[in-house]
């Protein structure tokens, strides 16, 4: 029996069905064949990159993370995947990883650094980067970790370097400026000295009792502004003091006195020493600029309040080490110590603290140079310093100077007078001066011509030069040392090429760089320093001058 048109139709409908049916199977069986080898292909490219990858969904749910991420953390990936979020995302950088998946999450790329946490709980630094992404078939987000902890201690490092180049330019600019300060202060009180000696020879010849007190109380300050003036020149340029036998005791109360415009009241500053110490050999600049470091550095240990206490000892000491040079040391000392009651320190700083650079405070309140000045004087004085402290118990300060042998005597105060006020012998003979500071010349002439010489002079070396082609030479030349144009030395060059028997004296505020081998090469008879100590002044002039 032969199947009717209509049946022959359905039949054929259900065949052509069944073809389709078949051919959306085969065509969904080969679409799950990609997908599944696109995620392999994914999964393989996750695992082998070395950057640390996390795949997150837009609401924050970690889904996925590669080898190089759960290294990088020091966890299994199994662990990551069920772990809080706060255990390898710190507090700090929680906003950063918000902000990533807000950006991400509307499209866009997101680049930043952000802190860390290992298993171990170490915190590291790492380059985060966001992007988009598509993961079964649904938006996600990719970050990409990079691990920059040695950039980071790089940058830092040389960030600091940096710091401590800024640091030194600085303190080189400083010292440029202190020392153009103190030539000018210098010439300035060469002036004022000068004729304060010339008054008391006057007062001399012609005495009066107030004006006598009055000088004598002038004396003093003047005598102190000479000596800050020599402590900025050594700042500025690093020289070497003059070492020669000095009491300590004078000297630290001095520096004392000059502290008390630099504590606050709210500091109580004591004082004891032993009776009859003996003379040091040192530089009373430099022992007064070792006092002023120690307690300034003292002071803000202290935070402004507290005992600040000096005291001045001689000591045997047993055998110890130096805390700066790390030497062993014993024998007999004068001991300069200074303790302060502030919050003292661990023997790891310490071992730093005479470091340049190195500083306990904070940015901006100290430089990192007070304690290495310190250093570097009391070495070169051929002493030691030893430090005690612990934290929260102060921190005490000793500078140890040698003892000379027997025999040394102060003559301090026999140096520091100089003379002065004392009528100095009378000379004769022709002067050419050479100085380019009016007010220096003035009193120059002036002091000059009250000792019987005959004064010619000139402000610069172009003048000096056309003195010479025009006048008789001079029975003595006297040239300042730093002049706009020509400097002293030069100028003694070109003198000596046209007269080589001439006699050529210097004299400066300004020239600690000078050596004696540069005023032997130059020709020159002697340097004086200013301002000028007239004994030993007069002194040179009757040496080299010719006589009566």
């Known amino acids: 029996m032969n199947p ?7 039949l054929d409908s259900v065949k052509r069905q069944a073809i389709r049916y078949a051919a959306l199977g085969l065509e969904r069986r080969f679409s799950r064949q990609q997908l599944e080898q696109r995620e392999e292909q994914y999964r393989v490219m996750f695992n082998a990159t070395s950057d640390g990858m996390a795949l997150w969904t837009r609401d924050g749910r970690l889904v996925d993370v590669n080898e190089a991420c759960c290294a990088l953390h020091g966890m299994t990936r199994e662990e990551m995947l069920v772990a809080d979020l706060r255990e390898f995302v710190p507090p700090e950088s929680m906003p950063k990883l ?3 998946l807000e950006t991400v999450g509307r499209g866009e790329s997101f680049l930043d650094e952000a802190i860390a946490t290992h298993k171990d709980g170490r915190m590291f630094y790492l380059d985060m980067r966001g992007e988009p992404a598509q993961f079964q078939g649904q938006p996600h987000v990719l970050l990409i970790l990079r691990d920059i902890s040695e950039q980071k201690a790089a940058e830092a490092e040389r960030s600091e370097l940096e710091a401590q180049l800024r640091q030194a330019q600085k303190m080189e600019a400083i010292g440029h400026l202190t020392g153009g300060i103190a030539h000018d202060f210098n010439n300035i009180l060469t002036g004022v000295w000068g004729y304060i000696v010339m008054a008391q020879e006057w007062e001399q010849e012609n005495p009066d009792e107030q ?3 009055y000088l004598e109380r002038v004396e003093h300050p003047i005598s102190r502004a000479r000596e800050l003036i020599q402590q900025m020149l050594l700042f500025s340029r690093g020289g070497h003091g003059e070492a020669k036998p000095v009491h300590l005791e004078p000297r630290v109360r001095e520096g004392i006195q000059l502290l008390e415009s630099m504590l ?10 032993d009776r009859n110490l003996p003379v040091v050999m040192a530089d009373p600049v430099h022992i007064e600029q070792v006092l002023v470091n120690l307690c300034i550095n003292a ?7 507290g005992h600040l206490q000096i005291e001045l000892r001689r000591e045997h000491c047993t055998p110890c080490i130096c805390a700066s040079c790390k030497m062993p040391l014993h024998g007999d000392f004068q001991v300069l110590s200074v303790a302060d009651t502030g919050g003292g320190m661990t023997p790891e700083m310490v071992d730093r603290i005479f470091e340049p650079f190195y500083s306990t405070k904070e940015v901006g309140k100290g430089s990192g140079m007070g304690l290495s000045m310190v250093h570097g004087i009391v070495h070169e004085l051929g002493g030691h310093i030893s430090v005690h402290s612990e934290p929260g118990k102060g921190a005490r300060f000793c500078i140890m100077l040698p003892l000379p042998c027997a025999g040394t005597s102060g003559d301090e105060a026999g140096a520091a007078s100089g003379g002065r006020g004392k009528r100095a012998a009378r000379l004769r003979g022709r002067v050419l001066l050479v100085e380019d500071d009016a007010d220096v010349r003035d009193y120059m002439v002036d002091r000059l011509r009250d000792w019987g010489l005959t004064v010619e002079v000139r402000a610069n070396g172009a003048d000096t030069r056309h003195f010479l082609r025009s006048a008789p030479a001079p029975d003595l030349y006297l040239f ?3 002049m706009p144009g020509m400097n002293g030395i030069e100028l003694a060059r070109i003198v000596l ?4 028997e001439a006699r050529i004296m210097l004299y400066t505020g300004y020239g600690d760089e000078l050596t004696d081998r540069d005023i032997t090469d130059a020709g020159i008879l002697a340097l004086v320093r200013k301002p000028v100590d007239i ?3 007069n002194a040179l002039l009757r040496e080299y001058l010719p006589r009566s």
Request: no cysteine.
């Open 98 to 100: 918000q902000r990533l």
């Open 480 to 482: 300042d040392y730093t």
């Open 299 to 305: 002071r803000d240990a202290m935070n402004g309040a």
């Open 4 to 10: 009717s048109p209509k049946s022959r139709l359905s």
């Open 497 to 500: 090429e046209s007269d080589p």
């Open 211 to 213: 004006l006598h007190r």
């Open 264 to 273: 606050p009241s709210s500091i109580e500053v004591r004082f004891d020493a």
């Open 535 to 537: 004994s030993s002044f």
